[in-house]
């Protein structure tokens, strides 16, 4: 019996001090974009654009799939804002630009029951924007003529805040 009190004493420091690292498990950090930073890039993509004669809606959301910026140029249609948002909210969704999505959602392929979900636009112009190994939202471009051309404008923009993203 004096044996077994004698251990609990150490049991217990034993259970306790593993009681920290079961706390860290249970909480972690994420790295989150700016709304300065989100409209910079929203900015970006949107003078890339003017730059190539195209008038475009850009939409910049969170890791979360929440809008931080949307930009809608002067003659940019009525539907680009929702599209632009849409591409972004894909693209972080499915943690794949809107381009690849188009691929594999296509008819015929496993995956084209895809295009029926709401909100899901697979087609170019939607770019998940990470950097150092995190991923910190997306950002959608539309009304330039084609998904290619969306997608350079959003990749302008993403390259105006790489660096900052890393630092």
């Known amino acids: 019996m004096r044996r077994i009190s004698a251990l609990t004493p150490l049991l217990l420091c ?4 593993a009681q920290p690292a079961a706390a860290q498990d249970a909480t972690y950090s994420v790295r989150m974009m700016t709304p300065e930073a989100a409209q910079k890039a929203a900015k970006a993509a949107l003078e890339a654009c003017r730059k190539a004669g195209y008038q475009v809606a850009v939409a910049v959301v969170d890791r979360a799939g929440l809008p931080l910026v949307m930009l809608r140029d002067r003659f ?9 948002t849409d591409k972004a909210w894909t693209a972080l969704t499915f943690k794949t630009d809107t381009t690849e999505l188009t691929k594999v959602t296509g008819p015929g392929m496993p995956q084209s029951g895809l295009r029926g979900v709401d909100r899901v636009t697979a087609f170019g112009g939607g770019m998940m924007i990470q950097a150092g190994g995190s991923l910190y939202g997306a950002i959608g471009v539309s ?5 290619d051309a969306d997608d350079a404008c959003a990749k302008a923009g993403i390259e105006a805040i790489q660096i900052d993203l890393e630092m």
């Open 14 to 17: 034993g259970l306790l001090a």
């Open 76 to 84: 940019a249609g009525p539907h680009a804002p929702g599209v632009a």
């Open 143 to 147: 009304g330039a003529p084609g998904g």
